[in-house]
Structures are given as C-alpha cells and as structure tokens.
C-alpha cells in the first residue's frame, strides 16, 4: 500500500510560477511509476505529466509541454513538479497517482492504484 500526499498548491498570477511536490510513504517507492493529473470545474480529468520508476523517462501533455517539468527523487521519496508560465486554464484541482510499474509510465489515469488528496491551483490576476 501507498499513501500519496500533495502539497504546494496556492495562487499564482498568469506567467507566475508554482511547485507541487507529492510525498509517498508505505511501500516502496522506486517501484512505482507516478502520474500527475488535474481536474477543473466540469471538466474530464485531464492526464498532465508522468514519469517512470527510475526517472528516466517522462511525457507530457500537449497542453503544459515547454512549461511543466516533472522530476523525482527516489532517495526522498517525493515527485514534483515545477509549474511555469502558469494560464488561467491550468487552474484545477492536481493530484498525483502511482502505479506499480517499472520501464513505462502512462498518462491514462484508469492505469493507477493510488492517489492522493489533491492540492488546488489557481491562476489569477
């Protein structure tokens, strides 16, 4: 079992930039690829970014390429991912999720086993 808890949320104006970190205990977490998604006020959840267990390899929505980054840090047991150029439409409520999974990650949020609470991120003048 993995427990999942975001934190780093907040206001941000336009152009602004933001950080999320997710922190995982329980298991062991090197194991796990791990996924970040958002949903908006009704709207679909929207897969964003993932990256995979070694760290190695990454994707991106179309929607945050060139301005979201994800990373990890196995040692801290903790994802984060580093917000910039930040636009009203990336307001939504973030959560990031984790699959056991080596070698691949995926931006499909039915493929994961645990998440977390959700952080809220709001991009305001």
């Known amino acids: 079992q993995l427990q999942l808890v975001e934190s780093g949320g907040g206001l941000a104006q336009p152009g602004g930039s933001l950080r999320l970190s997710c922190a995982a205990s329980?298991?062991?977490?090197?194991?796990?690829?791990i996924g970040w998604f958002r949903q908006a006020p009704g709207k679909d959840r929207e897969g964003v970014t993932c990256?995979?267990?070694?760290?190695?390899?990454?994707k991106y929505a179309d929607s945050v390429k060139g301005r979201f980054t994800i990373s990890r840090d196995n040692a801290k047991n903790a994802v984060y991912l580093q917000m910039n150029s930040l636009k009203p439409e990336d307001t939504a409520v973030y959560y990031c999720?984790?699959?056991?999974?080596?070698?691949?990650?995926?931006?499909?949020?039915?493929?994961?086993?645990?998440w977390g609470q959700g952080t809220q991120v709001t991009v305001s003048s």
């Open positions: 999720a984790a699959e056991r999974r080596n070698y691949f990650c995926s931006n499909y949020g039915g493929v994961y086993d645990y």
């Open positions: 329980g298991s062991t977490f090197d194991n796990y690829a």
């Open positions: 990256i995979t267990s070694s760290g190695g390899s990454t």
